[in-house]
């Protein structure tokens, strides 16, 4: 799952064009891959300019690559309400901030430089009380949406009069289509360039009263084609479902000789069903990255497989599974699961290995792939295919009930 956040930057510099009345931000540094559109944004920020580097981040594969990115912003300094001298910036490095000196254009100032980061502690701690705003965080709300299929995501649409309303989202995962006001709500249509997981995050910033309010929306696409196969493991066939997706592998790298398998998805059809067996799941996809772009093939009948469809872009949301680790059967997960205590019926269940893992005794490291259990009420139940445990939703280990 690709995750937004604050991105770590080596230099930093800020010039204001007086003429234009713009002032512009730079970067440059060294990010984890993959990391994309890297950005700032301005902050609310008590007669000051306040900005944020951010960026979105993931799948992290351990290797990092340069980045040189700039961003205009219009503003408006000669009148003297804004502080014509620095600006603060914050970045993955320094969240508390670092003030960064303006540069003018046509040498109306000599070049600035970045005071040390206890000049920022003095002037937070000289700020009144308030001059931080409250950061109301909201609930993340769940979405599966189908695959290249359009869905909506919406805010209220009374803003305060003195604020500011932002949305951010992966442009590599989700592409805009369309925004207006709907009655009371402001609503953005989307579609998605991938299948995976990403997020939508919609921020309202306040300036009196002085808040900030998040609302991040979890995006989960999944990929339906009512076209293909529908049809669950025969009884009798000998073929199990890890050899099941060896052969899809098998049959990718013949023509992609270096794609590797990210994520192996398995629906009930309809969707709208629920079942209580891995065995009842009908569709079946797989996803593989070929490095520059990445291939997904559907299941023809059991055993087999549909030609690969390739799709430009990397794969941006989980890390490759090491099929070779595996040798828990869903079958075998599924008992798991109810010795845990799940017991209610899921409609979708996928092999894939999380990015982050909150909880997990190796944050940021866990190599180890999951079966993920999508059950009703918008729960999820993860097993671990190495260590054989069951968590839940922040892969929290759950007590198994003897």
Known sequence: MGFFGPVSANSLGVVYDSTKR?????????????????????????????????????????????????DRFEIDLRNGALPRSSVIVVDARN?????????????????????????????????????????LVEDN?????????AFKVKAPADAPKQGSLTIDFDPTFLNLQAAGIFGPNLVWTFDSLQLGSTQVVITTSSI??????????????ILLDSGIWAGSRPQDSPISYLTFLNIAVRQVQEKYPNATLVLAESTAIPPSTYVDSFNLLKHFAAVFNTGQGHVTVNSTEWGTWSPPVYSSGPWLSERVIELEKITLEPTQADDLVKAAGWTLQFNRAHLSAPITAPNSPHPGKDRQAYYVYCL???????????????????????PVVE
């Open 141 to 149: 709300e769940k979405m599966n949406v189908l695959y290249k299929q």
């Open 376 to 398: 009703k009420e918008g729960m999820q139940v993860f097993v671990g295919t190495i260590d054989r445990k069951v968590y839940s939703l922040n892969l929290v280990e759950n």
């Open 208 to 221: 009196n009263p002085r808040y900030i309010a998040r609302q991040t929306y979890d995006i989960r696409v």
């Open 95 to 135: 969240l508390e901030g670092k003030i960064v000196e303006i540069n003018y254009l046509s040498g109306q100032r000599q070049q600035g430089s970045v005071r040390p980061l206890t000049d920022v502690s003095k002037l937070v701690s000289a700020r009144r009380d308030d001059s931080e705003p409250k950061v």
């Open 22 to 70: 713009q002032l512009v931000l730079s970067a440059k540094g060294n990010v984890e891959e993959i990391t994309t559109n890297i950005h700032f944004q301005r902050l609310p920020w008590l007669d000051g300019l306040k900005f944020r580097l951010v960026g979105w981040s993931g799948p992290l594969t351990g290797k990092t690559h340069p980045y040189n990115v700039s």
